[in-house]
């Protein structure tokens, strides 16, 4: 139950951030702001300061940043809906920006404590695979496996097991770069003497520990965030192609179970915290992703369509109409509202093992 409390605590901590990002823009490029709320639901605190409201409310499962004339006409100047389109811009990125940010602090409160980080490394080839003259060498350091960059410790594997029948490898050896282009390295099944089955390049992915400073400890936190970002893209891509389904997604009801599950499996209260942070730091970067998507009713809907505006002006000197793009936010809405009901029926199945 603790842990049931914390995933939707932290949930509520990850929206209210993603507001924040929205109210700082805004305040700091004189938008003004009605009332920013931390929480839903029924007010159990209220103040007022200046020209917004501040409040926080008694479900804590979010939070939202009303800004004046965001959804309708207004005629105060300081109105969203009469801000320069650039300004615009700046405040619906923001909230994803603070979510991003969000899971770079949390990375780097991880990695502060710790001395080094594990790198990967070819470990050698596998007898009978033939691999033994494919260009790498034993203690060759990864740096980009079939052209992604190996940022962080598993990346090589992954790519590895993403790729074709040929490969291309930039390792660091002995202090400098190679690049070993189009390496032939084809899967080869085999059966052992006990029937298992297994599929394999031939090849062993070994590690190393490397030394970190403070700023590196820092780039390396970076590194991960923008792994967190590269993974949700690479899911993304995996569903358009139909390499994974509907089934394979999680909403809130399987996210909070996952976290459920890491931290009470957790050996140590530390390895708990950690395994707690790194998930929830996993969570923002994939809300600061998926707000950005150019989708109706999301804040890369909304920016699509200053954008689209801005060139509409400039070449036929018109714009959509407000009332048919608020049409499309609502369809939009409706559409992601619907989806999530059927991922949480999905998350329900599983739960109860249907």
Known sequence: MLYIILAILIFGVLIAT???GHFATAKLLGVKVNEFSIGMGPAVFKREKGETLYSVRLLPVGGYCAMEGEDDDSADPRAFGRAAAWKKIIILCAGAAMNFLTALLLVLILYLPQQGKVVET??????????????????????????????????ARLYLDRAGDTVDFVVERSGETVRLDGVELPRQQRTDEKGNVTNLRGITVGRELEPLTLPGRVVYAWDTGLDFVRLVWLSLGDLVRGAVGLRDLSGPVGIVDTMTEAGSSAQTPYAAFYTLTYFTALIAANLAVMNLLPLPALDGGRVLFLVLNGVLYRLFRKKIPPEYEGYVHMAGLAALMALMVVVTLSDVGKLLGH
């Open 18 to 20: 993603h507001e924040l």
């Open 122 to 155: 070819y470990g050698g080839p596998i007898d009978g695979y033939g691999t033994e003259h494919c260009g790498l060498e034993p203690g060759d350091r990864f740096l980009k496996v079939d052209g992604h960059a190996v940022l962080v410790y598993g990346n």
